[in-house]
């Protein structure tokens, strides 16, 4: 069933921050599409973790329901230790340079969970075959600790995503391994020399790093190329939006917002947080590629 925000004015809004069954998310880009075309937002963005798999029937989808979608990416990386997310919009999905971030990422996150779910299995009825079994794309699917969590549900042992989260799969649990990333400098170099436009997401998010990004760390990422900050998001508090928005009101950046929608996945809901129109604008002015 297709959760709807709340009623809103969301006819000129954009939720730039949403996964589908390509990564980690539990709809295909075309009921993402359609759901936010339902939910009265003007566009939406595909941003599924370190692939570009699911952008033609996300293009497909948006011809098919008169809705814009901007075509993007969701790169895990790191800092000195602290886990970055960096959202990356309309490059050039062909260019050398972020198509070897990706293959380089998606393989070490695949011979991470399997280490990870090779481990569990010692101590839980947990098989590789079925973690597959959770993974809605074959091949083309970025592989991570959702799937995980959603074999360890499949076998009873938890009743939801979000509470296998709190457990087994838990960045506390002695199961767990860090994602193998690249530096964030080198995500921010990867997107600009494919023509596109580079966003630190939720970097107030204090539950995936006891240790922010700091204002120092995001300063040397902008002199390096850094677009924009996600300032609305749920994860970060109302602090932390404050420090965000006086460090992108001081450099010129691009303030965006999202909802980090993944279907039945988590909580959130779509179009929760959003993106005004203007800053739509100049994403696809930066970008080397157009809407679709």
């Not at 730039?16 to 939406?44: F, I, N, W």
């Not at 600009?192 to 580079?198: F, Y």
Request: charged share 25%; with cysteine.
């Amino acid at each position: 069933m297709f959760h709807v925000a709340e009623c809103r004015e969301l006819s000129q809004a954009w939720d730039l921050h949403c996964h589908t069954v390509y990564s980690d998310g539990t709809y295909t880009p075309e009921q993402m599409v359609r759901l936010a075309k339902d939910s009265g937002l003007a566009g939406v963005a595909i941003t599924d973790h370190d692939t570009t798999a699911g952008w033609k029937d996300a293009a497909a989808a948006a011809v098919r329901y008169g809705l814009p979608v901007l075509r993007g990416s969701e790169i895990t990386a790191d800092d000195a230790g602290v886990s970055v997310h960096m959202l990356a919009y309309q490059y050039d999905p062909g260019n050398a340079d972020i198509m070897a971030v990706f293959a380089r990422t998606r393989q070490a996150r695949l011979k991470r969970a399997k280490i990870m779910v090779a481990s569990m299995a010692k101590d839980y009825p947990i098989t590789w075959n079925d973690v597959m079994a959770q993974v809605k794309e074959g091949e083309k699917t970025t592989v991570g600790r959702p799937h995980i969590a959603d074999a360890l549900v499949a076998a009873g042992i938890y009743r939801s995503r979000t509470e296998a989260f709190s457990g087994l799969c838990s960045s506390r649990s002695p199961y767990y391994l860090p994602t193998p990333s690249p530096t964030a400098h080198e995500v921010v170099a990867a997107v600009r020399a494919a023509g596109g436009v580079s966003v630190v997401a939720h970097a107030g998010d204090r539950k995936r790093n006891r240790t922010l990004l700091s204002d120092a760390q995001i300063e040397v990422l902008i002199g390096e190329g850094l677009n924009g900050l996600e300032v609305w998001h749920r994860d970060n508090d109302d602090e932390q939006r404050r420090r965000l928005l006086g460090i992108a009101e001081k450099h010129h950046l691009l303030v965006t917002g999202g909802s980090d929608w993944h279907g039945a996945g988590k909580p959130n809901v779509l179009g929760e947080n959003t993106t005004d129109e203007g800053t739509v604008e100049r994403i696809r002015e930066m970008g080397s590629i157009p809407l679709c």
